[in-house]
């Protein structure tokens, strides 16, 4: 990049982050008693392995531990009540970073702490309006990646353009420099704008405007509100149980709806002792990711992903001028997708590139980041690569495969041509691996149907040892009624697509006895339903109904061609197979077909929603969690950054207006039946709590009973366990008086 264009790059971008100190961490030494039955996890190991900070909530909130890795001694090592969301302790020892959400909500900052509990300070999102969360760690412990989220500058200021708008990507030219309109770029699967979009209503004969019950259609997605981790946070990077899309609205690319300025995205290293600059290493406007992920170990290159959800790239960047080496597409899910080699020669990817599944590749590097080979490492049919760590020293690699919707654990040497070998695991899914020590040691995040999240510690070559901090299997419920182990479901839609989920069985129902079926529906809408424990599910089971969770076309761990199969028009057809899912536990003798309900969060929120007025005669009631209800309104309201990957996902606010009318539930509110309530955070900025309230409102017009629940300090995700306690009580009572139990 030439030297004027860097320096008018860096003008559109604000001050950098600078640390902020604050007050030593509070409690350092403390170790309260576990107020609730409490889940570990989001595990990052000191270097020598002997010692691991971890998120817990057993005082009610998720915070900040630290604990011997093969001991009970454990520290709290921040008190304050804001909730944290990630972890990372520096490759040299010295600092612990980690992300927290002050208040609940959406907007979260890092901070950086000594393993001891002094010096601590905010690193990056302490500017009122802005968010940020983390990156890697440099290989000398140096410096910590941030990502910052910047709102529009108020009305009035403008942000120059760096360069002349190419019509497509160039790899030779700067990171910084997209096209505008790069977020919508056209790519496999893509059915947004152009000629005939919007024009297709759930029946094939185009939209219906009216609002009145669906015309000729058959009866028969964001993440779960669980007592444990918020698996990726819905956020600046797009991840998680929540949606992440909504917005400012898009219109034409990186510019508001109203042609105000874009919102932007930057990304610096930043030494937490302030002894150093913050170094600059991407930046962009109107994007809907970004995060470092890696550096080399000279410092020429860091890898970076970004994109919107369904277009993830992972991109090498040399750091000296911030070009672009090289792309290659990566999968969604966990954001940490590879590292490079210690010469800087090669990069391990976890990447779907001209994929179905996504698999561990290699990409052999020039001296400027550009790929001159790509080869696979290792792969499987039928199963995404879904987690990946690495030693130190860069030889072996750990990976995590999803098998239909369980994990299975192996390590691969990546110096020689031996097999990988396999990690038994005590429960069903990996959520997260971090390697530890020098001796080659892993330490595991685990989560399974019979227990709460947890960390094990795996001593190099030995068995998998469960941390004696983290709660025991027997401690997931009190005496009396122990979890219920799923059993996996494989329903076929109406159009012939396999679909999959999982169906938990209330205990004391006679074998062949039809029960009352909550039909519950995940998030994302790329998230994958997966055989952990769920307090909501326990609930629900406990007061004699059944739960089917399944996962409906757009899910991820079945291939990019379903997770693709909901875009555009196609989203019609995930309301219809919802519908689908009901009767095929209903034909299968399971589920009363008198006494079905929905319910589900986000994504699942909007799913919900659109179940009840598109099959209204299906369900005798709905809980809607954080769901969109109109998404024209869900796009002007929520987050800039989220409105980018949503456009992607539901359709573009501008190009595809009348798409997203028809797709929106409030269009069609005066086909609701039955009775409904929404739950809310009431901080939530990913979809924002006026979607439950319009459509609360528009029942109770209707003569229809309406209530909406709105949990205070609480932001998309609940975090605090009395709120989480609160929702699960109060939807289990709903649907008990509902379904006549």
Excluded at 128 to 153: F, H, I, M
Excluded at 185 to 191: M, N, S, V
Excluded at 237 to 243: N, V
Excluded at 614 to 624: D, I, K, Q, S, Y
Aim: proline share 9%; charged share 25%; with cysteine.
């Amino acid at each position: 990049m030439a030297a004027d264009a860097r320096d008018r790059l860096i003008g559109a971008m604000s001050a950098a982050p600078a640390p902020v100190p604050l007050a030593d961490a509070a409690g350092t030494r403390d170790t309260p008693r576990p107020l609730v039955a409490h889940g570990c996890w989001y595990p990052s190991a000191d270097p020598t392995g002997e010692w691991v900070a971890f998120i817990c909530d057993r005082t009610g909130v998720p915070q900040l531990w630290t604990g011997l890795a093969d001991g009970s001694e454990i520290h709290l090592l921040d008190a304050d009540p804001d909730p944290v969301t990630e972890v990372s302790w520096s490759p040299d020892g010295r600092w612990i970073a980690y992300t927290v959400a002050p208040g609940g909500g959406e907007h979260t900052r890092v901070l950086c702490v000594r393993p001891d509990g002094t010096g601590r300070r905010i690193v990056a999102g302490a500017d009122a309006g802005s968010s940020a969360y983390l990156g890697c760690w440099t290989r000398d412990g140096s410096a910590v990646a941030v990502t910052v989220a910047e709102p529009p500058p108020p009305t009035g200021l403008t942000v120059r353009t760096v360069l002349p708008e190419p019509s497509a990507p160039d790899h030779g030219t700067a990171f910084g420099d997209l096209p505008t309109g790069w977020a919508e770029r056209d790519g496999p699967a893509t059915l947004l704008g152009g000629t005939g979009h919007g024009q297709v209503g759930p029946d094939g004969s185009g939209p219906d405007h009216g609002t009145g019950a669906p015309a000729g259609h058959g009866t028969g997605v964001a993440g779960r509100a669980t007592d444990g981790p918020v698996h990726g946070t819905a956020g600046p990077d797009g991840e998680g149980p929540g949606l992440d899309g909504g917005g400012s609205g898009l219109d034409g690319g990186g510019s508001g709806l109203d042609g105000g300025a874009p919102d932007r995205l930057t990304a610096y290293l930043v030494d937490p002792s302030g002894l150093g600059s913050p170094v600059l290493v991407a930046a962009e406007s109107g994007a809907a990711t970004l995060r470092v992920c890696d550096v080399s170990q000279d410092g020429r290159l860091a890898l970076v992903r970004r994109g919107p959800r369904g277009r993830r790239e992972a991109v090498v960047v040399r750091t000296a001028d911030l070009a672009t080496g090289s792309v290659l597409r990566v999968g969604d899910g966990d954001p940490w997708i590879g590292r490079f080699s210690q010469d800087g020669r090669t990069l391990w990817l976890r990447s779907d590139h001209e994929r179905q599944f996504a698999a561990l590749l290699a990409a052999t590097l020039d001296e400027d980041g550009g790929r001159v080979g790509l080869s696979v490492v290792a792969e499987r049919e039928g199963s995404d690569l879904e987690l990946l760590a690495f030693a130190e020293d860069g030889r072996t690699a750990a990976l995590a495969w999803n098998v239909r919707g369980a994990s299975e654990l192996e390590t691969l040497s990546l110096s020689t041509a031996a097999r990988p070998r396999r990690v038994p695991l005590p429960h069903e899914v990996v959520t997260r691996i971090t390697r530890a020590g020098p001796a080659g040691g892993t330490v595991l995040a685990l989560s399974g149907s019979q227990r709460r999240p947890g960390v094990w510690w795996a001593p190099p070559g030995g068995l998998s040892a469960r941390t004696p901090w983290s709660s025991r299997d027997e401690d997931a419920v009190p005496p009396g009624r122990p979890p219920v182990r799923p059993v996996p479901l494989r329903p076929t839609a109406r159009d012939g697509v396999r679909l999959g989920g999982w169906y938990y069985r209330a205990a004391g129902r006679d074998a062949g006895r039809p029960g009352p079926c909550v039909i519950h529906l995940h998030g994302g809408p790329e998230e994958q339903e997966r055989p952990v424990f769920d307090p909501l599910y326990h609930e629900l089971l406990g007061r004699g109904l059944d739960v089917f969770a399944p996962d409906v076309r757009g899910s991820s761990g079945w291939g990019r061609s379903f997770v693709d199969a909901d875009l555009g028009t196609g989203r019609f057809a995930a309301i219809d197979d919802v519908a689908d899912c009901a009767a095929h536990v209903v034909l299968d003798g399971l589920a009363d077909p008198t006494r079905l309900a929905v319910m589900g969060r986000s994504y699942g929120g909007y799913l919900t929603m659109a179940s009840l007025v598109w099959h209204p005669e299906l369900f005798r009631t709905g809980v809607a969690v954080c769901g969109m209800s109109d998404l024209s309104t869900f796009f002007a309201g929520t987050e800039p950054w989220i409105a980018e990957s949503a456009a992607h996902k539901y359709g573009h606010p501008v190009r595809d207006r009348e798409l997203l009318r028809s797709l929106s539930p409030m269009s069609r509110v005066d086909a609701l039946r039955v009775p409904l309530l929404a739950v809310h955070g009431e901080h939530d900025t990913n979809v924002p709590p006026g979607e439950s309230e319009q459509m609360v409102r528009a029942a109770r017009e209707r003569g229809l009973p309406a209530e909406m629940l709105t949990l205070r300090d609480e932001g998309h995700e609940f975090r605090r366990a009395d709120n989480r306690r609160l929702f699960r009580r109060t939807a289990a009572d709903w649907m008990q008086r509902h379904l006549g139990l």
